[in-house]
Antibody, heavy 119, light 106 residues
Framework: EVQLVESGGGLVQPGGSLRLSCAASGFTFSDYGMNWVRQAPGKGLEWVSAIAGSAGRTYYADSVKGRFTISRDNSKNTLYLQMNSLRAEDTAVYYC????????????WGQGTLVTVSS | EIVLTQSPATLSLSPGDGATLSCRASQSVSSYLAWYQQKPGQAPRLLIYDASNRATGIPVRFSGGGSGTDFTLTISSLEPEDFAVYYCQQRSNSWTFGQGTKVEIK
């Protein structure tokens, strides 16, 4: 059974940093691209970042480019999102999601972790 | 950036009704369009990929169509569990989501 479990969310002050983790199981982690998608309270889905299975290529939404860094440790079956220079508008539930194929739609999602940026 | 515009924002229908949701792209995305369903407090669930292919376990009452810039998600006869928010997503050029269509009980 595929499982994605996010952790690391919490309350952080504007300008602060946070690192999210997503522990994966039930599939060959290194074979699949992984993504982060966020959802602000009461709002729609926003794609944040993606990383290829081999960890070679990374992609970012303009809204987080230069502030967020996606990475993965295939030996630990874990995806990360390092978030720096956080702003109030980064407040959201952050989901990790597994691609169903090369740059394909997401067939599995985690339950999400809430990040709140506030003083 | 490719912008996806969904319409209508809200659809008020009764169980048993049919529903047609629209997603329009600001430029062609070929057939690289997916649809997701999200219920309150839950993660989204993949319904349709590559415009018209049902994901594993998705009931046949859900169908997708279109190509290029205009796409539809059709629910042939609404079941009580279908009342939710639906999002389209393109993967032709990076990834973007539409703003969502809420299907609510009339």
């Amino acid at each position: 059974e595929v499982q994605l479990v996010e952790s690391g969310g919490g309350l952080v002050q504007p300008g602060g940093s946070l690192r999210l983790s997503c522990a994966a199981s039930g599939f060959t982690f290194s074979d699949y691209g992984m993504n982060w998608v966020r959802q602000a309270p009461g709002k729609g889905l926003e794609w944040v970042s993606a990383i290829a299975g081999s960890a070679g290529r990374t992609y970012y939404a303009d809204s987080v480019k230069g502030r967020f860094t996606i990475s993965r440790d295939n030996s630990k079956n874990t995806l990360y999102l390092q978030m720096n220079s956080l702003r109030a508008e980064d407040t959201a539930v952050y989901y990790c999601a597994k691609e169903s194929g090369f740059m394909a739609p997401y067939d599995y999602w985690g339950q999400g972790t809430l990040v709140t940026v506030s003083s | 950036e490719i912008v996806l515009t969904q319409s209508p924002a809200t659809l008020s229908l009764s169980p048993g009704d049919g529903a047609t949701l629209s997603c329009r792209a600001s430029q062609s995305v070929s057939s690289y369009l997916a649809w997701y369903q999200q219920k309150p407090g839950q993660a989204p669930r993949l319904l349709i990929y590559d415009a018209s292919n049902r994901a594993t376990g998705i009931p046949v009452r859900f169908s997708g169509g279109g190509s290029g810039t205009d796409f539809t998600l059709t629910i042939s006869s609404l079941e009580p569990e279908d009342f939710a928010v639906y999002y389209c997503q393109q993967r032709s050029n990076s990834w973007t989501f539409g703003q969502g269509t809420k299907v609510e009980i009339k």
